[in-house]
């Protein structure tokens, strides 16, 4: 090539679209993501803490094991009946006031844990933190697509969904102290727990509020050029959707691909919240360490847990590849399972378990970017939630076999086992589920990241 024809190529313009959409899409990544992953992180601590309460509830309250498996399950029973009306009461009232309602009673209601006395009491709360909880992540979902091209949007969810490693992290680290706190002010260190990690989300809340306009066109942060471009993007997305909004509700809630998909995470989270609910038990009977270092090694888990799901929301995106992305993290999940069933030695257990957590965390992004490939507007509201309405079932089944599995065995072992029965469940649906969709150009083809970072 010549000189002449090098230089020409150097001073070739920027394509002034491509500048305007990346500006666009780094606003909204700025002004949103974080506020959305706090809140986020803020619901599944509150949703899970009682995993690390449970170290001393248990036995202040004289609860057993199935006491506390049926307790922590029937959150999700709540949450999961509640979903589909939840998003489309979000639909009529707008995602900044729905969110901000949702965040201010799931705060209330966590801290009002720390009240329990009775396995009445016990469930009856967690059945209500359920139910006041229910639509915050399948709004958050869709909320996001009114915000993010289907091409971008396994970053953007791993770039706000990593706040639930994170969250872990946070949780590990303060489980130890907030328990040490036992007898001040004539609290239990398990009520600290719950009065100091459920009040935060009630105040974020009115941050919620504040912060989050209902759309693009509302974002006094946008220019009109910027929001003409996030409005075009969007459009060929609903365009190249199996399901947009011209189909209507009802269709999207009996579509198979939501049963599918909902299914997929039905597995999944089943040998998350079956682990996660018994993991500082299993821990600390492996390792023999206090709470305050099992709590540790949790946030180790967490800090592995995130990098990794960042890095699967960013190539899945880079490569265009969902299917591979999750597949393989479920085999590796239920080999995890498989290895940590044996309960011995204690470092292999707990390298296992650590890799069945950071693999759960490295498939959430590219299969939360799947269904916005089949579902756009109203319907994509409505089968997101109908897909976790399937998917929170997880949360009741997986904490009740664990629990049952140790009262019938003395430990945890059988019931890790019986974990690789979904997790390869979940592998075989994402794999049919791909292969059953015709994959739109749009978020097939590799993203340029430099021209539309996130």
Not at 329 to 354: E, H, K, N, T
Not at 368 to 387: D, K, W
Request: charged share 10%; glycine share 10%; with cysteine.
């Amino acid at each position: 090539m010549s000189a002449m024809g090098m230089k020409r190529d150097e001073a070739a313009p920027v394509n002034p679209d491509a500048a305007i959409g990346a500006t666009a899409q780094r606003k909204a990544a700025l002004r949103l993501l974080p506020i959305i992953g706090i809140g986020y992180g803020l619901a599944y601590m509150d949703r899970i803490n009682i995993s690390f309460a449970s170290l001393r509830m248990n036995s202040d309250l004289h609860f057993s094991a199935t006491v506390y498996g049926l307790g922590a399950g029937l959150f999700f029973i709540g949450y999961a009946l509640c979903e589909v009306p939840s998003n489309l009461l979000l639909l009529r009232f707008g995602p900044r006031r729905w969110l901000a309602r949702i965040m201010l009673t799931w705060g209330l209601l966590a801290a009002a844990m720390m009240f329990v006395r009775t396995p009445f009491e016990f469930y009856s709360v967690r059945l209500l933190l359920g139910i006041s909880e229910a639509g915050f992540f399948p709004g958050v979902i869709y909320y996001l697509t009114l915000w993010f091209p289907a091409r971008a949007r396994a970053r953007a969810v791993s770039r706000f969904y990593v706040a639930l490693p994170l969250s872990t992290v946070v949780m590990g680290a303060l489980a130890g102290w907030l328990i040490g706190l036992q007898g001040t002010f004539g609290l239990a260190g398990w009520q600290w727990l719950f009065l100091l990690e459920g009040l935060p989300a009630a105040l974020f809340s009115f941050v919620i509020l504040a912060a989050l306009p209902d759309s693009p066109d509302k974002a006094a942060w946008l220019t009109a050029d910027e929001k003409s471009w996030l409005q075009r993007q969007l459009e060929a997305d609903r365009a190249q959707a199996h399901i947009g909004d011209e189909a209507g509700v009802l269709r999207a809630l009996l579509s198979p691909k939501v049963w599918m998909i909902g299914l997929f995470f039905l597995s999944a989270l089943t040998c998350n919240y079956g682990f996660y609910f018994s993991g500082p038990a299993i821990l600390q009977a492996v390792t023999g360490w206090s709470v305050a270092k099992v709590g540790l090694l949790m946030s180790c888990f967490g800090i592995c847990g995130a990098a990794a799901m960042l890095f699967g929301g960013s190539n899945s995106d880079r490569t265009g590849d969902r299917a591979m992305h999750c597949i393989v993290p479920c085999c590796v999940m239920g080999a995890g399972y498989f290895i940590g069933s044996y309960g011995r030695p204690g470092w292999l257990v707990v390298l296992a378990l650590g890799a069945s957590f950071v693999a759960f965390m490295a498939l959430q992004a590219p299969a939360l970017a799947v269904p916005t490939q089949f579902l756009a507007g109203r319907a994509a509201a409505a089968g997101i939630a109908a897909m976790n309405t399937i998917t929170m079932f997880s949360g009741f089944i997986g904490p009740y076999w664990m629990g049952r599995m140790k009262d019938a065995t003395g430990n945890y072992n059988l019931g890790l086992r019986g974990l690789i029965v979904p997790s390869l469940t979940a592998a075989l649906v994402m794999f049919l589920l791909t292969r059953s969709l015709a994959r739109p150009s749009v978020s097939a083809a590799p993203v340029n990241l430099a021209d539309e970072p996130v």
